[in-house]
């Protein structure tokens, strides 16, 4: 699973990976198929790519534990422990938002700068 961005981990419990979306910066959720071996890897996101502007990156991520990942052991995870990813979410949508707004701010530029360069090629020919 080379080139896929990586989906950083949560929480996990014997059901699910809760994870932060690397595609759209929300929290989605995948099957964990146990704790005693939590299948990480490659998966498809269930999301839409939220911009016409910017192209959409290729289907799927490769969800991967870190050092900030929760094991739950006693049960299922409830909303409460979802709680202590409130900030980490935030942030997470926080950044997307403005990565995404700035890369359409480029994308628009370089149409306009494309238009024009059309514009004075044309004008260009003309003349001659
Ligand atoms: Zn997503």
Redesign the pocket.
Known sequence: MTGEPIAEALLVDERMIYIL??????L?THGSGGLENISYGGRV????WPSKIVPEPNLGYDIQPSERTVIKRDGLATSKDLKQFRGILAESKKNFRAWLKAEEKKIKEQKKREARERWNNMIRKQKQ
């Not at 979306?21 to 929300?26: A, F, L, M, S, T």
């Not at 996101?45 to 839409?48: G, I, L, P, S």
């Open positions: 979306c690397p595609i759209c910066g929300e989605h996101q269930h999301c839409y």
